[in-house]
């Protein structure tokens, strides 16, 4: 298979490509501007892909533009949406990634699909208003929403908490500054969900919606307790008042019953795994 891959250079398309190459697919990173549509059309009519994976989006939720979410995350992908509907040969299977944020506060969990979503931030909002414009190309693309929970690996940007708390261990630093020490996430490993988006691409049902979790939460004292363990080292750790979000999801956790169904049973790393590779990657 030809595949076509947006953002196939952040963390999560660096990881997707070498594991689809590993299965013998041929991986075409897109390089045009998703908000170029001229440029998009010409590029993708080029490729002539027989799977797509959309992964390109601004998703960093303390992302200084906000204006960009929208710009890149919804209106980027209905032009890659469009260019796609307009070729002569259509790909046979398109992952369009979402997020589990669109979800917001649940007072149920673990969450499945059919929880109403309730955004409470820009990246969420934006991906949700994705979700709903991109089911009007249902009807002439065979394609599917993933909304994956919080993953991690090596490579991982340090924005992010985990690679932070990581590189922390790594360098014995004596203390740490972190928001909110409480809220709860599933911690994943992006080996798992490269697998999961795999066999996605291969059995799902168009137009469908899967949660990419493990159904296993853990609070980010949990995570700095198992890095203590792993290295034998202890911080003092700061809660610094301007880290806390004021519309922070306190936990989110996913019901993966709807994707195992679709992939059949899925390795999934321990959280203490998952550390240890990033920590071996230093």
């Given amino acids: 298979m030809k595949v076509l891959i947006t953002g196939a250079y952040g963390f999560t398309g660096l990881h997707f490509s070498g594991y689809l190459e590993a299965q013998g697919h041929e991986v ?21 892909p027989d ?29 890659l949406l469009d260019s796609l509907a307009n070729l002569q040969r259509k790909p046979s299977s398109v ?18 699909e ?9 990246y969420a909002a934006s991906k949700l208003a994705m979700e709903h414009l991109a089911q009007t190309y249902i009807d002439r693309l065979p394609l599917f929403f993933v909304r994956p929970f919080n993953y991690t690996g090596p490579g991982q940007a340090k924005s ?38 795999y066999a996605l691409l291969e059995s799902a049902v168009t137009g469908q919606v899967y949660n990419v979790c493990s159904g296993h939460s ?42 195992l169904a679709c992939t059949g049973p899925l390795t999934i790393p321990t959280l203490q795994q998952t550390l240890s590779s990033m920590l071996s990657k230093y």
């Fill in 218 to 259: 853990f609070s980010i004292q949990d995570v700095i307790s198992i890095l203590e363990e792993i290295t034998s080292h202890k911080m003092l750790v700061h809660v610094n008042s301007s880290l806390v979000r004021s519309s922070e999801v306190h936990r989110l956790c996913g019901n993966p019953n709807k994707l």
């Fill in 95 to 112: 992952l369009i990634a979402s997020s589990a944020n669109i979800y917001g506060n649940c007072q149920h969990s673990p969450i499945n």
């Fill in 160 to 197: 992010f908490l985990i690679p932070k708390l990581v590189d922390h261990f790594v360098r014995k630093e004596k203390s740490i500054e972190l928001g909110n020490l409480k809220v709860e996430r599933e911690f994943n490993d992006v080996r798992m969900v490269c697998a999961a988006y």
């Fill in 28 to 48: 075409v990173p897109l390089i045009a501007d998703l908000t170029d549509r001229e440029s998009l059309n010409k590029e993708v009519d080029l490729i002539s």
């Fill in 51 to 79: 799977w797509v994976v959309h992964l390109a989006a601004i998703s960093f939720v303390g992302h200084h533009d906000i204006s960009q979410f929208y710009s890149v995350n919804v209106i980027g992908t209905l032009n």
């Fill in 114 to 122: 059919s929880q109403s979503p309730a955004p409470v931030n820009h």
